[in-house]
């Protein structure tokens, strides 16, 4: 396809048709942009970004998979005028736009009932009760929340950058070496992990076939013999800090931040390979990290991990959140959501995940909201005869799931409707059969009477 391309110069910007596998593993010419162009052995490779595709399937392409026919030049675009560093146009977030629906649609949930009899939750019959209607203010047809596909992980982006929490990211540093994978392959362990997206390891390292990690102290190397010296010396079977949960053959650690600064480090490292957001991982100081892991006869093994800020003001309980690849797709991202309510509910208080999610993050926060606000409904009993009832409030206070996402997912599921006056909740025989089937699905759950857990109280130990 790409006879002509030594005659014609392709530079960084340009755009043009490049053959990839789909899913199938049929050929397709999605449009790319070029990222950067380099020669090795008298060979042009190009780097291409594939548009309205993730990052984490860009990659380096040779001049046969181009379709030069197609090329678009770079075009000189107008200047967006800025504030605080920031477009002022950018596309609304699903986020805003569901507190817009809940500002305009449903009643304050924290507003006392006063005695008044709640309004009932429709189930095949059986009513159950949810939350008050306002008299007067009509419901809007259309209660489902946003499309899953709409929300992808680069919604939400605050209106000046939140210079705290993990997620710093302000996109005027998304320069072109940060849009571009660095390390070619990871080695840690048992498993060879190739990264999704670029993260910050020393540049002597990024030229490397192979990027060699301790699995439990997670220090890199940069060749097997350094490795198997490290192991020589490096007396760690599982990662530093505190087991505060053990249930068969999973366990998870709390580690501090301040205390285990480097191991803390390398963890943001790793992680950054696979979160595209994820930039801070220098000052762990204010930072607990709770790291998963499966344990056989070599030691405990990193599963995943999610980060919490020791202080947050907007009641945030995750930071960031990684299942390691040759790990997902088995529940256990689901248990690491789980283990963060179980802190929160220990703890008493809600918590939410700091935003914006990742694609994967969105996907597994709004199944595990589902299943959860779900498995309530489904477990209420008619009470003397009457009705069983419940309010929003109630939910929350169970499940430790913030307010706003209680509601955001009783939207998303399309349960929430308006007749006769009041609020109710209608689950469907459909809702009902998909999430027993889910939930059949889901072997391993957090068994709270394995966790021990004494929270702390940050705001009173000075710098942590």
């Not at 007067?136 to 992980?153: F, I, P, V, W, Y």
């Not at 030691?299 to 991990?305: E, L, N, R």
């Amino acid at each position: 396809m790409a006879d002509n391309a030594s005659s014609v110069e392709i530079v960084e910007g340009c755009r043009l048709p490049v053959l990839r596998k789909n899913q199938e593993h049929e050929d397709e010419w999605p449009l790319a942009e070029i990222l950067s162009v380099k020669e090795v052995s008298g060979r042009k490779l190009f780097y291409v970004h594939y548009i309205d595709f993730n990052k984490r399937l860009d990659e380096w392409v040779t001049a046969d998979r181009l379709d030069m026919k197609k090329l678009q030049f770079p075009k000189k675009e107008a200047k967006t005028p800025t504030k605080n560093g920031l477009p002022t146009s950018r596309p609304s977030s699903p986020e805003r736009e569901v507190r817009k629906s809940l500002d305009l649609n449903l009643p304050p949930a924290t507003a006392p009932s006063r005695g008044k009899t709640l309004p009932t939750l429709q189930q095949n019959g059986t009513a159950r009760r949810l939350i008050p209607a306002q008299p007067g203010r009509k419901r809007k047809a259309n209660c489902g929340g946003t499309d899953e596909d709409s929300q992808d992980s680069s919604d939400g982006i605050p209106s000046a950058p939140r210079m705290t929490g993990s997620l710093v990211s302000d996109r005027s540093h998304d320069d072109i070496v940060t849009r571009m994978k660095n390390i070619e392959c990871i080695e840690l362990g048992r498993h060879r992990l190739k990264p999704w997206y670029f993260s910050p390891y020393p540049q002597e390292l990024t030229a490397l076939p192979i990027l060699y990690l301790c699995e439990f102290c997670l220090k890199y190397l940069k060749s097997l013999k350094c490795l198997q010296r490290h192991l020589t010396k490096c007396n760690l079977r599982h990662p530093p800090g505190n087991e505060i949960y053990r249930k068969g053959t999973i366990s998870f650690f709390e580690i501090d931040g301040r205390k285990n600064k480097n191991y803390s480090q390398n963890l943001c490292l790793l992680a950054k390979c696979f979160l595209d957001h994820k930039t801070l991982y220098y000052d762990t100081d204010p930072f607990l990290f709770y790291v998963m892991t499966e344990y056989d006869s070599k030691g405990f093994h990193i599963v995943g991990y999610f980060s919490k800020e020791k202080e947050s003001t907007e009641d945030y309980n995750v930071a960031c959140i990684l299942t390691l690849p040759p790990y997902q797709r088995r529940g256990y991202g689901k248990l690491l959501i789980e283990f963060s309510y179980e802190l929160s509910k220990v703890e008493g208080k809600t918590g939410t995940p700091e935003k914006p999610l990742s694609d994967l993050g969105l996907l597994s926060y709004r199944s595990y909201w589902s299943q959860t606000i779900l498995e309530i409904l489904m477990d209420l009993k008619p009470d003397n005869g009457e009705r069983p009832q419940i309010t929003i409030n109630e939910i929350s206070e169970i499940t430790s799931v913030k307010k706003e996402d209680v509601i955001s997912t009783l939207q998303y599921l399309n349960l929430i409707n308006y007749y006769k006056g009041q609020y109710i909740l209608t689950l469907s025989e459909d809702i009902v059969d998909g999430h027993e089937r889910a939930m059949q699905k889901r072997h391993s759950r957090i068994d709270p009477k394995c966790l021990h857990f004494t929270p702390k109280d940050w705001s009173k130990r000075g710098k942590w």
